[in-house]
């Protein structure tokens, strides 16, 4: 069974970065899928952050791209989330997950959501 | 990318049937057949219920079904049960490497 937990700080500073990463068991990330994250404010619903594949490559929401790295490393079978100059809007549950996918004519084109991490709740305060 | 159109909120009584609707653009749920639907209950992680339109994955009860209809996609829950009152979220791709949610809907079992 694909299980993934996210680890990180729960209280992160204004105009900091916020780094999340993602260990998945049960399923190697070299073996295919994209890898991605989803946050969710306190009391509101879900937004896609980005997901990236096992060579590297990225799909970022245009509304954070500006602020956003995404990384992976195939031999800990982890995924990484950097968001910068956070601010309080930014505070969330934040989730890992793993997305079904195609690529279309070099497009990545990202099908559905099929397994979730637990969460990881973080604040943006000072 | 705006959010895709979901009512904030639904109800209806044990055994009832009810449906709630997801409306995009067509250049998201009306592009592609990637819609998917997630169940939330309170504190609880997004559990996938309907990917690809109408899909259901295995252990998904066969009340809970999928559709689409140009820009819009329908959740239709047939003979409502308790377990059933949750948030659930529409979930299309949005073209150009991109996933777009709705806002949300909230299930309330009178």
């Known amino acids: 069974q694909v299980q993934l937990q996210e680890s990180g700080p729960g209280l992160v500073k204004p105009s900091e970065t916020l780094s999340l990463t993602c260990t998945v068991s049960?399923?190697?990330?070299?073996?295919?899928?994209?890898w991605g994250w989803i946050r969710q404010p306190p009391g509101k619903g879900l937004e896609w952050i980005a997901t990236?594949?096992?060579?590297?490559?990225?799909c970022y929401n245009p509304s954070l791209e500006s602020r956003l790295t995404m990384s992976v490393d195939t031999s800990k079978n982890q995924f990484f989330l950097n968001l910068r100059s956070v601010t309080a809007t930014d505070t969330a549950v934040y989730y890992c997950?793993?997305?079904?996918?195609?690529?279309?004519?070099?497009?990545?084109?990202?099908?559905?959501?099929?397994?979730w991490g637990q969460g990881n709740p973080v604040t943006v305060s000072s | 990318q705006s959010a895709l159109t979901q009512p904030a909120s639904v109800s209806g009584s044990p055994g009832q049937s009810i449906t709630i609707s997801c409306t995009g653009s067509?250049?998201?749920?009306?592009?592609?057949?990637?819609v998917s639907w997630y169940q939330q209950h309170p504190g609880k992680v997004p559990k996938l219920i309907i990917y690809?339109?109408?899909k259901r994955p295995s252990g998904v009860s066969t009340r809970l079904s999928g559709s689409k209809s140009g820009n819009t996609a329908s959740l239709t829950i047939s003979g409502l049960q308790a377990e059933d009152e949750a948030d659930y979220y529409c979930?299309?791709?949005?073209?150009?490497?991109?996933?777009?949610f709705g806002g949300g809907t909230k299930l309330t079992v009178l």
């Open positions: 997950a793993r997305v079904p996918h195609d690529v279309v004519r070099g497009v990545i084109k990202l099908y559905y959501i099929d397994f």
């Open positions: 049960g399923f190697s990330i070299s073996n295919g899928y994209c």
């Open positions: 990236i594949d096992r060579d590297g490559s990225t």
């Open positions: 067509s250049t998201d749920v009306g592009s592609y057949n990637l």
């Open positions: 690809e339109d109408s």
């Open positions: 979930c299309s791709y949005g073209g150009s490497s991109n996933m777009i």
